[in-house]
């Protein structure tokens, strides 16, 4: 007697859970250093006061924010994986794009907290890896979706938009860099940019959230 087909999964909560794990870590763990008195009370979008990196660096806030961000990095990396297989042939690279920054995001989150010049290149670099090679893995999937019926989706529409948003702040990041002389207030630019930065990226996750939960995109079982 042979067993009846697995029933498909849904892709879109992955992606929903990738923006989830990312919004509660990151502020879960400013909360958690400013009640802890690592740093000083503020609203780090409109002040720049800290960056992402410094709101995780110590205390509890370090721990909650690595237990919570290692997963997600494997998660990552699987979104990336499926993302590949539902665009179709050609599109191999999306994958291997999405496994770098899934790598980078696991090594920055594994040193974050850690002491020695060392470790300091490895979350830097880490840090840039992911987004870099997550937004080259954005750009390609946008592309191959142009050839899909779904290319004229709002989900679509917005997820280009949050993309070209994300290329402004980093052209901002690095403009302020050259043009801004004082070091506090450059300093100040660059961790408010990194906080909008990040939570576009958790927003163009929940876009592709949508837009596979309105093309109900599945993964079928063998």
Excluded at 54 to 82: D, E, I, K, M, T
Aim: positive net charge.
């Amino acid at each position: 007697m042979t067993r009846p087909p697995a029933p498909p999964i849904p892709l879109w909560p992955l992606p929903f859970a990738i923006a989830a794990l990312f919004t509660v870590a990151a502020h879960v763990a400013l909360w958690l250093s400013i009640r802890d008195g690592w740093i000083e009370g503020c609203v780090p979008y409109l002040e720049g006061c800290t960056s992402i990196s410094r709101a995780a660096r110590h205390g509890l806030g370090n721990h909650v924010f690595r237990l919570l961000v290692l997963p997600c990095a494997l998660l990552v990396g699987l979104h990336w994986w499926l993302a590949a297989r539902w665009l179709g042939n050609g599109y191999r690279d999306v994958a291997w794009l999405g496994a770098v920054a899934a790598v980078a995001l696991a090594v920055y989150a594994t040193f974050l907290g850690t002491d020695g010049e060392a470790y300091r290149f490895l979350r830097r670099y880490g840090v840039v890896c992911f987004f870099g090679f997550g937004y080259l893995a954005q750009l390609r999937f946008l592309r191959g979706l142009r050839r899909r019926a779904d290319a004229g989706s709002k989900p679509a529409a917005a997820m280009l938009l949050v993309s070209a948003l994300m290329l402004g702040l980093g052209l901002g990041n690095v403009a302020s860099g050259a043009l801004v002389a004082d070091d506090g207030l450059k300093d100040r630019i660059e961790n408010a940019l990194e906080w909008h930065l990040g939570w576009l990226l958790a927003a163009w996750y929940l876009l592709h959230a949508a837009l596979w939960a309105r093309v109900r995109a599945r993964l079928l079982l063998a």
